[in-house]
T-cell receptor, first 111, second 114 residues
Framework: LAKTTQPISMDSYEGQEVNITCSHN???????ITWYQQFPSQGPRFIIQ???TKVTNEVASLFIPADRKSSTLSLPRVSLSDTAVYYC????????????FGGGTRLMVKP | EPEVTQTPSHQVTQMGQEVILRCVPI?????FYWYRQILGQKVEFLVS????????KSEIFDDQFSVERPDGSNFTLKIRSTKLEDSAMYFC????????????FGQGTRLTVV
C-alpha cells in the first residue's frame, strides 16, 4: 500500500493559485493518483485523477513528474468556498476495492 | 447529477442497541463502500461490496458490523450492539468500476451513541 505524505495545513488568499504537493515514494506501477475534497460534515468529493504528466479539468490541474513519486494538485484562483480538506490517495495495485484516506491537507482560504 | 443518498442524516441510539444505516447508491453502480469518520479524524475504510458479497474489509469491520443489499437499490450497514466509540459520521459510497476510479460519496449519517 503506497503511503502518502502531504502538508497538514495551508493558508491562502482569495484569487491566488494554490499548489498542494503529495509525496508517494513507493507508488506501484499500476497505481493511479487521485485527489478528493471534503467540506465539514460532508462526504469526500472526487476532484481529479491521473497516472502521469499533467491532467486538467474544470476544477483543478494535477501535475505528476516522470518518477511519479510525488504529485501536485493545483487550484487556480481559489475562493473562500475552496476552504476544505484535500486528500491525496494512491489506489491499491491489486484487485482490492478500497480507497485509503490519509490525514489530508486543511486549506484555509482567507479574504 | 446522480447522487448517493443516505438516511437518516442523524441517528441517536443507546449503547447496546442495534442500528441500521441506509444508503441508495447511484443506480448503475456495482461497487459499494462504507466509510466512517470519527469527529476530527480521518476517513476510515470499513468495507467494500460487490456482486452481493464483501470484497474487502478493514480491521474495524468486526463481527458487530454487517452489510446487506436487500433489494436492487438499497445498501445497508448494520451495527448489532453499538458502543460509545461507534459514534461517527458514516459515509456510503459507490462506483461503477473498482479501483483507481471516481467514487461518489453520500452526505453521511451522523451516529451518536449515548
Amino acid at each position: 500500500l503506497a503511503k502518502t505524505t502531504q502538508p497538514i495545513s495551508m493558508d491562502s488568499y482569495e484569487g491566488q493559485e494554490v499548489n498542494i504537493t503529495c509525496s508517494h515514494n513507493n507508488i506501484a506501477t499500476n497505481d493511479y493518483i487521485t485527489w478528493y475534497q471534503q467540506f465539514p460534515s460532508q462526504g469526500p468529493r472526487f476532484i481529479i485523477q491521473g497516472y502521469k504528466t499533467k491532467v486538467t479539468n474544470e476544477v483543478a490541474s494535477l501535475f505528476i513528474p516522470a518518477d511519479r513519486k510525488s504529485s501536485t494538485l493545483s487550484l487556480p484562483r481559489v475562493s473562500l468556498s475552496d476552504t476544505a480538506v484535500y486528500y491525496c490517495l494512491v489506489a491499491l495495485n491489486n484487485a482490492g476495492n478500497m480507497l485509503t484516506f490519509g490525514g489530508g491537507t486543511r486549506l484555509m482560504v482567507k479574504p | 447529477e446522480p447522487e448517493v443518498t443516505q438516511t437518516p442524516s442523524h441517528q441517536v441510539t443507546q449503547m447496546g442497541q442495534e442500528v441500521i444505516l441506509r444508503c441508495v447508491p447511484i443506480s448503475n453502480h456495482l461497487y459499494f463502500y462504507w466509510y466512517r469518520q470519527i469527529l476530527g479524524q480521518k476517513v476510515e475504510f470499513l468495507v467494500s461490496f460487490y456482486n452481493n458479497e464483501i470484497s474487502e474489509k478493514s480491521e474495524i469491520f468486526d463481527d458487530q458490523f454487517s452489510v446487506e443489499r436487500p433489494d436492487g437499490s438499497n445498501f445497508t450497514l448494520k451495527i448489532r450492539s453499538t458502543k460509545l466509540e461507534d459514534s461517527a459520521m458514516y459515509f456510503c459510497a459507490s462506483s461503477d468500476i473498482p479501483l483507481n476510479t471516481e467514487a461518489f460519496f453520500g452526505q453521511g449519517t451522523r451516529l451518536t451513541v449515548v
